[in-house]
């Protein structure tokens, strides 16, 4: 331990004997009471001690006392985390990213000291923002309360700076090792907050995790590039090539996309192997699907054919970017083929469900289930069937967040997120019969993973579908915001954040498989979706179209280079929009408002001090300003459009 002395804020340190309990009743009763002090040094190496600054206190007047608490542990291995790793690697040396940055506990706490100002200004400034928005404030609470999973346990970046995370924390390790594909498939934050952590994960996803056939580890092991996990998840490797096109996307980066395009590229044909998830390829996934409630589904069924849609319509798009024209035409007609038939036969006419359907074992594709799995394969359980699924629109809702549109039909849609607001939703779970893990209970109010209609609940159900991930009920609330459902959205938000008040649990570490689960930085999702704020870094166009309170809006915008606030009101009885980066700087050819408020061909531009023209063009219900080169628009330089 160090610190510093000198002058009246004289600063010292005790180390404590092994026995704590001893060195406890010594400090209090000997030392702190009677005279203040601290007491003897220990003079051994302990993990426990005592440290204070003393000063003289004059009456009537007050001082500040300011405690830097540092440390370094460059020692990181499999086995001391919890993380899975090639037999005889589990001591190998993983390391930690900031050792690589600083020497010494003490380099952090000098860094820290010299740049304390700087730190909370930024973290000030950015949770103003977010309180100064017109979003509604139970949503800006979720968003956040859930952002401490990158700085728990959970998250960490190994030396070599690449990112990785466990699905939950326990006591002593880290539980759900991997970087489990389909559970982090749910998470926004990083793509939108923490974008080099998000490309870090497919970095990882189509690196190492990838092999020459396309499968994919849902779980990868570390060291990296040792040994493969098995199987593949069918969600969660659709999920991740969805989450490529948004991080492209966000970024503009063409050449990061080259790089790992051909692995994209090899993990969705693998869909297309004999006996794989769509073996036929006609758009539909008719194989064995392990997903993400650590089953196989057996037969086509909305949560992981959604995602299949999400991820050829993005395949689509990132075909074409790389000039692969041929691919590229083959996966719009596999979309659109499988979206008609999905629509035709496993909407029910209320929501989607699964076709639940026999596959002799010789007809099963190598890597697509456990190798110890006792599942009969002509009569398999656990199963969706006719259920109503919470997650069973989440390929949708990755969908919209990154801009593909819908996947289906919008009314078909919308009715499904009805019957999950009908079904779904239980009030009050005191009546409710649970054999499942208890994550509310009582008076509370949730959405369960799988209501059966009554009489049509199989023996054997699905797993976990009396339970409530709340990763899952976030991203069903905010696919009813997208989709007309605004006040039913905000309400679920509202249930999970009851649950988490701070009385009943811990308000900043949701639970499912250990605390602080990273399904649940869904949460972050809300703020993009219901501002409408949306940028297309490859075309340099930003969008902003708000669901709610869109004649005085304000809100808190985060790209992969930038972030800052967006106001949208009315001057003078003319709307105006103001963006206001407060770190980094946005690129912009094209802006998209909505008609309804922006409506005239005139409009005074500024960014910073200088005049701009456009092209005002009119397109439906969006009013499009194009620019004639890029403008940039920084934290010097915010961009104001006034109607004239």
């Known amino acids: 331990m160090r610190f510093s002395r000198g002058g009246d804020g004289r600063a010292r340190a005790c180390r404590w004997d092994h026995n704590d309990r001893a060195s406890l009743q010594r400090f209090w009763f000997d030392d ?5 002090g601290l007491g003897r040094d220990g003079g051994l190496r302990s993990p426990t001690g005592t440290v204070a600054l003393r000063q003289t206190i004059p009456a009537g007047e007050s001082r500040k ?68 928005s017109t979003l509604p404030p139970v949503v800006i609470e979720a968003a956040t309360a859930n952002l401490p999973t990158l700085v728990s346990n959970t998250s960490f970046r190994i030396a070599d700076g690449s990112f990785h995370g466990f ?14 594909t389909h559970v982090w498939n749910y998470e926004v934050a990083t793509q939108f907050l923490f974008p080099a952590l998000g490309r870090s994960i497919r970095s990882t996803s189509f690196g190492y995790a990838t092999d020459a056939a396309g499968h994919m580890d849902f779980r990868h092991k570390l060291p990296l590039g040792e040994e493969h996990w098995q199987p593949a998840a069918a969600d969660g490797q659709m999920g991740q090539i969805v989450k490529l096109y948004l991080d492209w996307k966000l970024s503009g980066d063409q050449e990061w996309l080259r790089q790992l395009w051909p692995a994209g590229k090899r993990s969705l044909s693998y869909a297309w192997r004999p006996g794989g998830w769509d073996g036929d390829q006609d758009g539909v996934m008719e194989g064995v699907q392990h997903n993400t409630y650590d089953i196989e589904f057996y037969g086509p069924n909305p949560l992981c054919e959604i995602w299949y849609l999400a991820a050829l319509k993005a395949s689509a798009e990132m075909a074409t970017a790389v000039g692969e024209a041929e691919f590229a035409l083959m996966c719009r007609k596999l979309y659109e083929q499988g979206s008609r ?72 849609i919308r009715k499904s997120l009805e019957s999950i607001y009908r079904r779904n939703y239980k009030r ?35 797993r976990y579908h009396s339970e409530n991930f709340t990763g899952s009920e976030y991203a069903a609330a905010i696919l009813m915001m997208r989709y007309g459902m605004a006040k039913e959205g905000v309400e679920c938000i509202a249930n999970i954040r009851r649950r988490f008040d701070g ?9 499912e498989w250990g605390r602080h689960y990273a399904r ?3 949460s972050w999702g809300a703020i993009p979706m219901l501002s409408g704020f949306f940028y297309n870094g490859l075309t340099q166009e930003l969008e902003l179209k708000p669901l709610v309170s869109t004649q005085e809006f304000r809100s808190i915008w985060s790209t992969a280079a930038a972030w800052g606030t967006v106001l949208q ?33 005139r409009a005074d531009v500024v960014v910073g001090n200088d005049q701009l023209s456009c092209v005002v063009e009119r397109h439906g219900s969006d009013t499009l300003y194009v620019f004639q080169e890029e403008i940039r628009v920084g934290p010097s330089a915010a961009l104001t459009l006034s109607e004239l």
């Open 32 to 36: 702190f009471s009677k005279t203040g």
């Open 65 to 132: 006392f300011r405690f830097l608490l540092s440390w370094h542990f460059p020692n990181r291995t499999p086995e001391r985390c919890g993380w899975e790793a090639p037999k005889g690697k589990e001591k190998s040396f993983l390391g930690n990213y900031y050792c690589t940055r600083f020497s010494d506990a003490w380099a952090v706490a000098e860094y820290v000291q010299h740049n304390l100002a700087e730190i909370e200004d930024g973290t000030r400034s950015f949770v103003k923002a977010l309180q100064s």
């Open 167 to 180: 699905e939950g924390t326990g006591e002593s390790h880290g539980w759900g090792f991997g970087t489990c």
């Open 341 to 412: 038939w999905t629509d035709a036969h496993l909407f029910n006419g209320e929501y989607y469900v699964q076709q639940v359907r026999a596959i002799p074992e010789s007809q099963i594709a190598e890597g697509l289930r456990p190798v110890d799995s006792a599942t009969d394969t002509l009569h398999p359980d656990s199963q969706a069937g006719s259920g109503c699924l919470v997650d069973q629109l989440l390929g949708q809702y990755m969908a919209d967040l990154a801009g593909l549109g819908p996947l289906l039909n919008v009314s078909n």
């Open 428 to 462: 009050h779970l005191s009546p409710y019969a649970s054999v499942e893990r208890t994550f509310a209970l009582n008076d509370e109010a949730s959405l369960v993973l799988c209501e059966y209609p009554e009489g049509e609940r199989p023996k054997v159900p699905l």
């Open 503 to 511: 009385e009943r649990r811990n308000p900043y570490h949701e639970i």
């Open 520 to 522: 649940a930085m869904a």
């Open 569 to 601: 009101t009315m001057q003078d009885g003319n709307p105006k929009f103001v963006l206001e980066p407060r770190r980094g700087s946005i690129a912009i050819r094209r802006l998209k408002l909505d008609a309804r408020m922006f409506s005239t061909d």
